[in-house]
């Protein structure tokens, strides 16, 4: 499987989540404070939103998916010290241009290497034999998506 690249979504000067995406996930990641428990912490996913915070307080993220997730396929746990969240996109291959509606979008470079990133992991995927982490593109990556017919 080939290795998603992190893009940090700052506000006010403060990471408040990292997310990277494969053909069929995105995967959120959060520094909870000092000292928090799995236990301590009120997650909820549905197809088109997340709500993250500690029990007892307001949440500290409560918004919209950029596109829709599959929740019952989505899930989230505490490991390496994070809040990890793994969500599964409603439809394989789309190119999500920010993980939440809204909050930071990748400007048109960051799209181009992810869209880059996906054909190769789709190809990857198609063709098991063959090692594509190498390989490059010349001119624009088209959308893993919809090229040759689509992802089935």
Known sequence: ????????????????????????????????????????IDCKITNDKLRIGIKGNPPFIDEEFFLPVKSKESYWMMADGEIHITLSKMSKGETWSSCLKGQGSLNPLEQEKLKQQLMKERFQEENPGFDFSGAEFSGSAPDPKTFMGGIA
């Open 1 to 40: 499987r080939m290795k998603a690249e992190r893009t940090k979504f700052i506000h006010n000067g403060q990471t408040i989540y990292e997310w990277e995406q494969t053909l069929d996930s995105i995967d959120m990641y959060i520094a909870p404070p000092e000292g928090l428990r799995a236990k301590d």
